[in-house]
């Protein structure tokens, strides 16, 4: 949520504007309701700030020019403290004469009593914030000890909870300081200037070099220097690293989306996760683990921890992992995780899942398990991000930059780093399990051709969706490593195109949701590839028969050659052959295109869906 960018450079000209705001729109993807700016210039702090899209911004900023500057902060605001409104959207002003300017990620706890004793001293609000309470403390500390730096630092040592901060103060015009406390904030280093960004799409067309910080850290930039000290003030050093990809990635590259072009980018995703994962012999080798395989060899459960999307690919990856490793694995919503007394110890593997790196939820559950003496590892998509810092190992998915909100290559590649995962336990197990995994690493470099195979066949997909626009319920079903991708079918309907959505395993029909069917209710039906285990391809198809015999409309989703399907389907969408385990890296992309341009076709922002953010950083 939010998106925070800063900027200094050397000239006093219009470019700290230009970059503030090109960073802006970069963040878009983040989820927002309001944005602002504040320039540094000759006249002092000038900020302009407007509720709604960051269009709004762009006019009042044309109507009523600022002056030019070489210093600039920009926010984009998700409402929490106080409704989305321009009094409530940040910059917040401080200090005398309003010369401090301040904007701000996350949620500060303790602003009640802190505004209290602020009230209690005269201080005058203007807004329901809790950024603003952040803002007059720091301009106090500056009036009082006339460095912004220490000035920062005396207040983020009163405030609890998460958050990033940003201030520039008319008396410094050079300098820009930031501040991070579970929430995310990269520098970006240049020549001559020096950037702040939640993350590095805000400053990607000016430098591909950034600077990671770490927890409970301050940084000070100016043109030429940047500085990073702790909370308690004794020195510092952020990790630089090189962003592999350019601003053109995070464009929509001749797409109607951001959307359409992360799903057409899914193979790419897939093979690019797949890459340097093994040896010439297909012996898996993964060199960003930092724990041991001893460690890893005396595993004996896994939990998964991971919200919305993340958390039904590690449902997928729960029944491979089992399959292959005989190691029981759970999923646990990361949200739960801390409240159900979770029973693990050094014995136990914590795997958490994130795109972004910096989910809150789910950045908290992995404190939670290093707490109790968990293994921590990480599957993310996000280098330098707070949760595999946090974690004792991760594996970097290399999905390159998501922009649309609702995840699709992240989805595909959070599988293929969590089948690589199960793979490699496998292999350490020795014996037939490593004998399974070289084979099934072979069938896995493959996926990525299968994948754009059935991207290649989605022309009735795109028909479908298009009539039926004005659908008000769609039902999705499957079994085994179906389930989870008729709940993330389910899930990307509700979230892009706003209609009443349910994912079931479809044993569990015919106890109680089969209630739900009446003629012409659609129903998306995962069939598993008819050498399934278990009888599990037999068991759906007769599925099918029971919900088609009351009057459902059934689009199925099938292998090649599966001709049991065909009496019992009103519409058959058809995707490669596979191994059963591998399937639903074909099996959801079908149920990404159709959401998708549902959500075209009902004329709806499927890149930013109301209500919705992309990176939730608070809890």
């Not at 409530?88 to 401080?94: I, Y």
């Not at 044993?507 to 209630?515: D, F, N, T, V």
Request: charged share 25%; net charge negative; hydrophobic share 40%.
């Amino acid at each position: 949520m939010c998106g925070i960018v800063g900027y200094v450079g050397k000239t006093l000209d219009g470019k700290a504007q230009n970059v503030v705001m090109e960073g802006l729109a970069r963040l878009e993807y983040r989820g927002y309701d309001s944005a602002g700016i504040a320039l540094v210039t000759e006249s002092g702090v000038e900020t302009e700030k407007r509720a709604g899209k960051l269009e709004n911004l762009r006019s009042a900023l044309e109507a009523h020019p600022l002056h030019d500057s070489r210093t600039g902060i920009g926010h984009t605001r998700w409402a929490t403290h106080g409704g989305p409104t321009d009094g409530n959207a940040h910059p917040h002003r401080g200090g005398k004469g309003d010369k401090l300017a301040l904007i701000h990620n996350g949620i500060i706890e303790n602003f009640h009593s802190l505004k209290k004793e602020l009230l209690a001293e005269g201080v005058e609000f203007r807004s329901e914030t809790d950024t603003e309470v952040a803002a007059k403390l720091v301009g106090a500390e500056f009036d009082a000890v006339g460095d912004l730096t220490t000035a920062m630092r005396n207040v983020v040592n009163r405030l609890e909870g998460a958050f990033t901060l940003l201030a520039v103060h008319a008396d410094v015009p050079g300098v820009v300081v930031g501040a991070r406390r579970n929430s995310p904030l990269v520098v970006g280093l240049g020549e001559g200037e020096n950037f702040m960004g939640s993350d590095v799409a805000a400053f990607i067309g000016y430098t591909r070099h950034a600077l990671e910080l770490g927890q409970d850290q301050i940084v000070t930039i100016t043109p030429d220097s940047h500085s990073v000290i702790n909370f308690d003030g004794s020195p510092a050093e952020g990790k630089a690293y090189e962003v592999t990809w350019d601003a053109s990635a995070a464009e929509k590259g001749g797409y109607d989306s951001f959307m359409a072009k992360e799903i057409a980018e899914q193979p790419d995703a897939v093979a690019n996760t797949l890459l340097g994962r093994t040896k010439d012999d297909g012996e898996l080798v993964l060199d960003e683990l930092r724990i041991s395989e001893d460690q890893l060899r005396n595993v004996d459960r896994i939990t998964f921890v991971a919200c919305g999307t993340a958390a039904y690919s590690s449902l997928v990856a729960k029944y491979a992992i089992e399959h292959w490793t005989r190691i029981p694995v759970e999923v646990t919503l990361a949200h739960e995780f801390r409240y159900s007394d979770p029973i693990v110890d050094d014995r136990t593997l914590v795997v958490s899942v994130s795109q972004s790196g910096e989910t809150m939820d789910t950045l908290m559950a992995v404190k939670h398990a290093k707490e109790l003496g968990a293994l921590t590892l990480s599957i993310c998509n996000t280098q330098g991000s707070t949760i595999p810092r946090e974690s004792d190992a991760v594996l970097y998915t290399h999905a390159g930059p998501e922009v649309a909100v609702a995840s699709t290559k992240a989805f595909l590649a959070q599988i293929t780093a969590a089948y690589i995962l199960g793979l490699y336990l496998a292999q350490l197990r020795g014996e037939n399990y490593a004998d399974s995994a070289k084979v099934l690493m072979t069938e896995l470099r493959e996926m990525p051709a299968k994948i754009q195979d059935v991207l290649d066949r989605m022309d009735r997909v795109v028909e479908m969706a298009n009539f039926m626009a004005d659908t008000r319920s769609v039902l999705f079903l499957g079994r085994h490593v179906g389930f989870p991708i008729a709940l993330e079918g389910a899930l990307k309907l509700k979230e892009i195109a706003y209609i009443h959505a349910e994912g079931f395993a479809a044993g569990e029909l015919k106890h109680g949701p089969i209630a739900l069917i009446e003629p012409g209710q659609p129903v998306f039906i995962v069939v598993p590839s008819p050498d399934s285990p278990h009888e599990l391809h037999k068991k759906v198809v007769s599925n099918i028969q029971e919900i088609r015999a009351r009057g459902a409309r059934t689009l199925v989703i099938a292998h090649d050659g599966d001709e049991d399907v065909v009496p019992f389907a009103n519409e058959i969408i058809r995707v490669p052959q596979c191994s059963p385990m591998l399937a639903p890296l074909l099996t959801v992309v079908p149920l990404q295109v159709f959401a998708l341009h549902l959500a075209m076709a009902k004329g709806l922002d499927a890149d930013q869906p109301r209500n919705l953010a992309k990176s939730v950083t608070v809890e």
